[in-house]
C-alpha cells in the first residue's frame, strides 16, 4: 500500500529555515502528485491548506500564491522523496505539515479534499 513517511521538522527562530523531506513507497507510476498540506492548530487535517504540489512525472510544481517567495517544492525521483524547503519563516507559519499524495493523476493537486494518502505530518514551530 502507499505509505508516505515526513521528517525535517522542529523549532526554529522567526526569519529561520526548514526543510521537508516526504518518503514515499508503495506505487511505481510516475502518474503522482505529492503535495504539502499545512494544519494549523486546532484545525482537523481536512481543514488544512496545500501550500505545494509537484507532479512527478513531468516535475510539474505549483506553490500557493502568498508562498512563492519563500517556498520551493522539489523532487529526488532516484530517492521516491519530495522535499519542501520554507525560508524566512513568521510564527504563523508554526502548524504540523503534512505530506498525501494522489495516484493515478498526471497534473499538480491544489485542493486537501483532493488528497487520498497522507502521512503522519511533522509539526514545524517558528518562535519570535
Known amino acids: 500500500q502507499v505509505q508516505l513517511m515526513e521528517s525535517g521538522g522542529g523549532s526554529v527562530q522567526a526569519g529561520g529555515s526548514v526543510r521537508l523531506s516526504c518518503v514515499a513507497s508503495?506505487?511505481?507510476?510516475?502518474?503522482?502528485?505529492v503535495g504539502w498540506i499545512r494544519q494549523a492548530p486546532g484545525k482537523e487535517r481536512e481543514e488544512g491548506e496545500v501550500v505545494a504540489s509537484i507532479f512527478i512525472g513531468h516535475d510539474s510544481k505549483w506553490v500557493k500564491d502568498s508562498e512563492q517567495d519563500r517556498f520551493t517544492i522539489s523532487q529526488d525521483k532516484a530517492k521516491n522523496t519530495v522535499y519542501l524547503q520554507m525560508n524566512s519563516l513568521p510564527p504563523e507559519s508554526t502548524a504540523k505539515y503534512c505530506c498525501?499524495?494522489?495516484?493515478?493523476?498526471?497534473?499538480?493537486?491544489?485542493?486537501?479534499?483532493?488528497?487520498?494518502?497522507w502521512g503522519q505530518g511533522t509539526q514545524v514551530t517558528v518562535s519570535s
Open positions: 508503495g506505487y511505481t507510476t510516475d502518474s503522482v502528485a
Open positions: 498525501a499524495t494522489v495516484v493515478g493523476i498526471r497534473w499538480t493537486v491544489r485542493a486537501t479534499l483532493e488528497y487520498n494518502y
